[in-house]
């Protein structure tokens, strides 16, 4: 059964970067606004071949996350279709589907911003401040993530990625891993 501190956690993910335009669900529409609005972040005009890919991989990560969620079949997640798909990912993690995948590898690249294969403090809250959080309590939920290291590595994030959509744990690291510092 899902915990509040779970479905908390679930619902501010859904709500934060999800659902772009504040409609209640999630469509096509939503990953077009966040490809829009993470271009306008880096400074990426609709030409250019960032924004292409960006927008790619986005509407890639909606395909998916529709043919797995959309239970209704209507073109929209619900946020009770979402979280009913992530408590189903809960009971196996070892076995996310592509998108979710995908969607970890995008995040992990939009975050590691000068390329180098970690994230830095830095790189971290920039991104998450981009998407209207308050710096600093990004900065504090990358120190609890990180454990207190200065980077998070590829492998790392992995993991902590697993461990938001699986802990019931509100002082596990990987809570903090979409720049909330506390539920």
Known sequence: MLSDFRKKKLLY???????SNNSGSVDKNDFELAAEKISKQRG???GDAQYKETL???????????????????????????VTMWEAFAKNPSSAYDWQSQYCSFIFKLEDASGDGAIDSEEFSSVYA?????K?????????MSK???SVSWAEFQELWK?????DDPNAPGNFIFGKSSF
């Open 44 to 46: 990426w005009k609709s």
């Open 130 to 134: 981009s998407f209207g959080l308050n």
């Open 13 to 19: 993910l859904f709500n934060k970067f999800f659902d």
């Open 163 to 167: 461990e938001y959509f699986v802990t």
């Open 148 to 150: 207190g290291k200065s």
């Open 56 to 82: 790619s991989a986005l509407l890639k990560i909606w395909e998916g996350l529709q043919s797995v969620a959309d239970a209704d079949k209507d073109g929209q997640v619900t946020a009770d279709e979402w």
């Open 136 to 144: 600093d309590d990004a900065v504090s939920a990358f120190n609890k």
